[in-house]
Nanobody, 126 residues
Framework: QVQLLESGGGSAQSGGSLRLSCVVS????????MAWFRQGQGKEREGVAS?????????MYADSVKGRFTISRDNTNKVVYLKMNSLDPEDTAMYYC??????????????????WGQGTQVSVSS
């Protein structure tokens, strides 16, 4: 069974940076799409970034984070990262790691992913 464990959340000032990590416990990690989603209070869950097993095609980003966030993966250690720069209070949310290997492309659509972590909170103050 796929298990995902996020870490790295916390508080940051506007303009600051954080790096989230997601450790994957899954035998077929290399064939898996990985993605980060977030859900602010009272808002729907939205896709932030996604990455394929071989970094091809190029990672996908939500327009709201392009140029500020970077998704990457360490296939040796089965870890996916989300580096977040130039943080804004609008980035405040619970961030979730998600995985699936049965989707044709690594989308930013929540229903495409079967496996989810429990989330890590990110709070950005102005």
């Amino acid at each position: 069974q796929v298990q995902l464990l996020e870490s790295g959340g916390g508080s940051a000032q506007s303009g600051g940076s954080l790096r989230l990590s997601c450790v994957v416990s899954e035998g077929t990690y290399r064939s898996t799409c990985m993605a980060w989603f977030r859900q602010g209070q009272g808002k729907e869950r939205e896709g932030v970034a996604s990455i394929d097993a071989d970094d091809y095609p190029m990672p996908m980003y939500a327009d709201s984070v392009k140029g500020r966030f970077t998704i990457s993966r360490d296939n040796t250690n089965k870890v996916v990262y989300l580096k977040m720069n130039s943080l804004d209070p609008e980035d405040t949310a619970m961030y979730y790691c998600a995985a699936d290997s049965a989707v044709p492309i690594c989308s930013l659509i929540p229903v495409d992913y079967r496996y989810w972590g429990q989330g890590t909170q990110v709070s950005v103050s102005s």
